[in-house]
């Protein structure tokens, strides 16, 4: 183990002495199940592990597609346009490039955000979230749900039988089936003690409140299930940044 240390070591001082390779590979395994934003490179990863079900699958519905992986595109490009990622400049400089103006908007915006994550209260635990510690996921699935959702009604507005309604599901429509996907990709199952560990040390929300705080927000999500605003899930006054 001491040796692997040593050579790991070794190979990452030598990188002290080489131009930065922008389109290097960084150190995560392809099998990795995850993606990111960096903020530096300015650059999206999807490692291998990443791009299949329920986030994507050749064969699959676009549908299906555009609420998994496409959501997840949306997502981490957001990053660049959320509370930290607008401090650095598209070579990853941290520098200011906003107009006062335009900072001033984006801060009354994301200010909605973060006041409706922390309203959310964590079931069997009596505590809330904190929306100003996840304020940059949260403002990224608010985003990424949205040019996802317009990405896939520019596809079917062009090809009207891009998809089929899925054998078992055909009661639901293929803009229901997005949502519904996109639902999917967050279920998880936690305990009390691992819930409030995630809510204390955690930069994303919790997995229901990144599915209800973006849909709650999202007038398409009411249209495709005839929602009224107010009803159930549906806000009122909706949150948007982006």
């Not at 903020?39 to 555009?66: H, S, V």
């Not at 955690?202 to 997995?207: N, V």
């Not at 159930?232 to 948007?240: D, M």
Request: with cysteine.
């Amino acid at each position: 183990m001491l040796k692997l240390l040593q050579i790991i070591a070794k190979e990452k001082f030598q990188l002290l002495r080489k131009h930065v390779d922008r389109k290097a590979w960084d150190s995560s395994p392809p099998t990795t199940v995850n993606a990111w934003y960096d903020r530096l490179t300015n650059q999206i990863t999807f490692p291998a592990g990443y791009l299949q079900m329920p986030f994507f699958d050749k064969d699959a519905p676009k549908y299906l597609n555009y609420g998994g992986i496409g959501y997840v595109i949306g997502h981490e490009i957001t990053h660049g346009f959320d509370d930290t990622g607008r401090q650095f400049d598209k070579d990853g400089n941290r520098i200011p490039w906003w107009r006062e103006e335009t900072i001033e908007k984006f801060i009354e915006r994301k200010t909605c955000i973060v006041d409706q994550y922390s309203n959310f209260t964590v079931p069997n635990l009596n505590i809330n979230a904190n929306g100003d510690k996840t304020q940059d996921e949260d403002i990224a699935d608010n985003g990424g749900l949205r040019v996802a959702f317009y990405a896939y009604q520019k596809l079917i507005k062009a090809n009207p039988n891009a998809d089929k309604r899925l054998k078992g599901l055909s009661k639901y429509s293929p803009k229901q089936m997005f949502f519904i996907n996109y639902a999917y990709t967050r279920c998880a199952k936690m305990t009390d003690a691992s819930a409030r560990n995630y809510v204390v040390s955690d930069d994303h929300s919790l997995g229901q409140f990144r599915v209800n705080g973006p849909t709650s927000n999202f007038v398409e999500f009411d249209r495709a299930f005839n929602c009224k605003p107010g009803q159930r899930n549906s806000r009122v006054n909706k949150c948007t940044v982006w």
